[in-house]
């Protein structure tokens, strides 16, 4: 095993036992570029025990989650099938060490895609989107990490609900987001805070994955990144994202032990 590969499986048994590790980054430095190889590296090891890819997500699409979180570039990570729950779910937190939840926008593609598309042709590779609420769970301690810490560890992926698909994109553009949690309005923003337009994240998505030399297969999600900064996720909570003119989604929590 090299240290890349021993680096992957530490997050991964930090993600799978719950039980976050330090901070990597400044004492073992590593690129960015290795970042992405200990992601790979963390996916493959999830592929290998039954877990399917069902999609990306983009990270740090808004300014709101880059001052939250104090890092200044667009990253990219993979969505697996276990990490998604059914809109209005019961989500058990005990599989979580810190989440934070918050509002996105998902879209569905229709169409392979395998180079970069230009934000004309964005649309045309997509079936559908929908409001979406993420589940993130950084598996540092304190949820303190650097840009490439955050990349190896699949930018902070753990969970996702998905409300109903539409296929009007007009207006998503610039859509009304508010998030709540137990009735209490705890985030307000707009669909525009996601790269001035979430279709941007498909742009960038496709850019991503290519340049990476791999295809997303029709029938992927993708998630265009929170258009608010997240809020920390208690147990026995409600939560609730709406888009304005799109739609919503909900889930609530509990704790087994
Ligand atoms: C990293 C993931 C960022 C988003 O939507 O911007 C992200 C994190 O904040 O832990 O998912
Ligand atoms: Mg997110």
Redesign the pocket.
Known sequence: MNDLDAIAAQLDDAARRAAPIPQLAPDLAFSLDEAYVVQRASIERRIHRGESTVGV??????RA??I??G?DSL?W?WLTDTMLEEDGARVALDRFIHP?V?P?VCFLTRRDIDRPLTLLEASQYLEAAAPAL?I???RYQN?R?SLED?VA?N???AGLTVGSWTRRFEGLGNAGVVMRLNGRVVQTGSTAAILGDPLRSVVQASRLVSQSGLVLPAGSLI????ATA?VALPPDAHVHCAVNGIGSTEFTTYRLS
Do not use: H
Not at 57 to 62: E, V
């Open positions: 997500k983009l990270g740090f699409t808004s989650k880059m939250q979180m890092v990253i990570g934070r918050e996105e993420e993130i769970d950084s949820f990490f955050v560890d930018c902070s992926s998630m265009a990144g929170a997240a």
